[in-house]
């Protein structure tokens, strides 16, 4: 028996993935309900409270820049109190973000704000995953990462739409207080489920720089894919509403965009977790990547709606085959013993990459044009590719290949 069966059968029985329905996938499409409604409004916080454009662009990135500050510390506090502890911190953390961001009397409150809900997503977000990892049989992980992921997308879909009655009343707050709400309901139905006495893995404690030192083989290869990854999916939400704007596309043309590339990338969202376990990480990754190439490649040749759309729903496409792709593959390889520590450096690979993905839009259409951006993005999701097809695992339950050891 393996060292992760032997996890799982202190656990009990493995879980079926319908039994998480109501204490995992569903409070996730709660809680994406109230980010989605709130994502765009803490700009227009931002503006209400005296910031330029340009400051209220920098304090809405402060929350990726949370997560990227708080990956590594959350292994540790996963580790140290397990999944249902690390939920209940993540969701107070949460809910403390969202409450000083209503509050706040000026922007240097709602700066802070913002890197709190960047730290709740971390700890929420590695939780969750070290969670899974330990209850889902090896042969349904594929498919029950890229579901979590999916019920995240789907609330964070519906949330504008949802949120819409409330903005109108109360104004930018109005949202804000109804992810207040989603995150408390969210934490308390994900308090219910069983922590499993090995879910971190067991044994010795190691410091995080050791965890890192000692795995830098493979967060340097598999782990420079997964930044990659970060950096494409941020960036075609930061490219593709510029874009569109530099064709002269209106606000609610964009809107609808933006709609159809989201369905796009909610309905894959369980084939895409099918595929990665029949196939395998590779065989899902490569085509995720070079989906997202062809994408960037082709926005600067588009200069109507009908082009904007089609390389908006390609992008999409991809973003929805790549859904639970990273998750998978660092549960795929995260060390028994060092688990939650493993995984939290392994997030942070990805969440440099989306922190960085919209700055390299920024700074890349500063120096040159919008299109060469977009074309630097395309380059940079073929590599992503090659990196997938050179370290990535070939089928389901093989190991990384040799050269990460």
Same mark, same amino acid.
């Given at each position: 028996?393996?060292?992760?069966?032997?996890?799982?059968?202190?656990?009990?029985?493995?879980?079926?993935?319908?039994?998480?329905?109501?204490?995992?996938?569903?409070?996730? !499409? !709660?809680?994406?309900?109230?980010? &989605?409604?709130?994502?765009?409004?803490?700009?227009?916080?931002?503006?209400?409270? =005296?910031?330029?454009?340009?400051?209220?662009?920098?304090?809405?990135?402060?929350? %990726?820049?949370?997560? !990227?500050?708080?990956?590594?510390?959350?292994?540790?506090?996963?580790?140290?109190?397990?999944?249902?502890?690390?939920?209940?911190?993540?969701?107070?953390?949460?809910?403390?973000?969202?409450?000083?961001?209503?509050?706040?009397?000026?922007?240097?409150?709602?700066?802070?704000?913002?890197?709190?809900?960047?730290?709740?997503?971390?700890?929420?977000?590695?939780?969750?995953?070290?969670?899974?990892?330990?209850?889902?049989?090896?042969?349904?992980?594929?498919?029950?990462?890229?579901?979590?992921?999916?019920?995240?997308? #789907?609330?964070?879909?519906?949330?504008?739409?949802?949120?819409?009655?409330?903005?109108?009343?109360?104004?930018?707050?109005?949202?804000?207080?109804?992810?207040?709400?989603?995150?408390?309901?969210?934490?308390?139905?994900?308090?219910?489920?069983?922590?499993?006495?090995?879910?971190? &893995?067991?044994?010795?404690?190691?410091?995080?720089?050791?965890?890192?030192?000692?795995?830098?083989?493979?967060?340097?290869?598999?782990?420079?894919?997964?930044?990659?990854?970060?950096?494409?999916?941020?960036?075609?939400?930061?490219?593709?509403?510029?874009?569109?704007?530099?064709?002269?596309?209106?606000?609610?043309?964009?809107?609808?965009?933006?709609?159809?590339?989201?369905?796009?990338?909610? #309905?894959?969202?369980?084939?895409?977790?099918?595929?990665?376990?029949?196939?395998?990480?590779?065989?899902?990754?490569?085509?995720?990547?070079?989906?997202?190439?062809?994408?960037? =490649?082709?926005?600067?040749?588009?200069?109507?709606?009908?082009?904007?759309?089609?390389?908006?729903?390609?992008?999409?496409?991809?973003?929805?085959?790549?859904?639970?792709?990273?998750?998978?593959? =660092?549960?795929?390889?995260?060390?028994? %013993?060092?688990?939650?520590?493993? #995984?939290?450096?392994?997030?942070?690979?990805?969440?440099?990459?989306?922190?960085?993905?919209?700055?390299?839009?920024?700074?890349?259409?500063?120096?040159?044009?919008? =299109?060469?951006?977009?074309?630097?993005?395309?380059?940079?999701?073929?590599?992503?590719?090659?990196?997938?097809?050179?370290?990535?695992?070939?089928?389901?339950?093989?190991?990384?290949?040799?050269?990460?050891?």
């Amino acid at each position: 028996m393996s060292e992760r069966s032997a996890v799982l059968g202190e656990v009990a029985m493995p879980v079926r993935l319908r039994s998480l329905t109501w204490t995992v996938f569903v409070p996730m !499409v !709660v809680y994406g309900v109230g980010s &989605g409604a709130a994502a765009p409004m803490y700009a227009l916080r931002a503006l209400d409270l =005296g910031a330029s454009a340009a400051i209220a662009g920098v304090i809405v990135a402060l929350s %990726g820049l949370g997560m !990227v500050l708080t990956d590594l510390p959350a292994g540790r506090v996963v580790a140290r109190i397990g999944e249902r502890g690390a939920l209940a911190v993540g969701s107070v953390l949460g809910a403390v973000g969202v409450l000083a961001a209503i509050v706040a009397p000026n922007v240097g409150v709602l700066a802070l704000a913002m890197l709190l809900n960047g730290a709740a997503g971390a700890v929420w977000g590695l939780a969750r995953q070290t969670y899974l990892v330990a209850v889902v049989p090896t042969a349904e992980l594929g498919r029950a990462m890229s579901t979590l992921a999916g019920s995240m997308r #789907l609330g964070f879909f519906c949330g504008p739409f949802l949120g819409a009655a409330v903005v109108h009343s109360l104004g930018p707050n109005g949202a804000l207080w109804l992810q207040l709400v989603t995150t408390v309901i969210s934490g308390a139905a994900m308090a219910a489920i069983r922590s499993p006495e090995a879910a971190g &893995g067991a044994g010795e404690r190691h410091s995080l720089g050791a965890v890192v030192v000692e795995h830098r083989r493979v967060l340097g290869t598999l782990g420079s894919a997964a930044l990659l990854v970060g950096a494409a999916r941020a960036a075609r939400l930061a490219l593709l509403p510029l874009w569109a704007a530099h064709i002269g596309s209106s606000a609610s043309t964009t809107s609808l965009v933006f709609g159809a590339a989201g369905a796009v990338d909610v #309905l894959m969202s369980y084939p895409a977790g099918v595929w990665l376990d029949r196939y395998g990480r590779r065989a899902t990754g490569v085509p995720s990547m070079l989906l997202f190439a062809l994408g960037f =490649g082709a926005l600067p040749f588009t200069s109507s709606v009908l082009g904007l759309g089609c390389a908006a729903v390609l992008l999409g496409l991809a973003n929805g085959l790549s859904n639970g792709l990273i998750m998978t593959v =660092g549960a795929d390889v995260a060390p028994e %013993g060092q688990r939650a520590e493993f #995984l939290g450096a392994w997030r942070l690979t990805h969440d440099i990459g989306m922190f960085a993905g919209p700055v390299a839009v920024g700074a890349i259409s500063a120096l040159t044009v919008l =299109g060469g951006a977009s074309i630097a993005l395309a380059v940079t999701a073929a590599a992503g590719a090659y990196t997938m097809h050179r370290w990535f695992p070939g089928v389901v339950g093989t190991p990384a290949r040799r050269e990460t050891e």
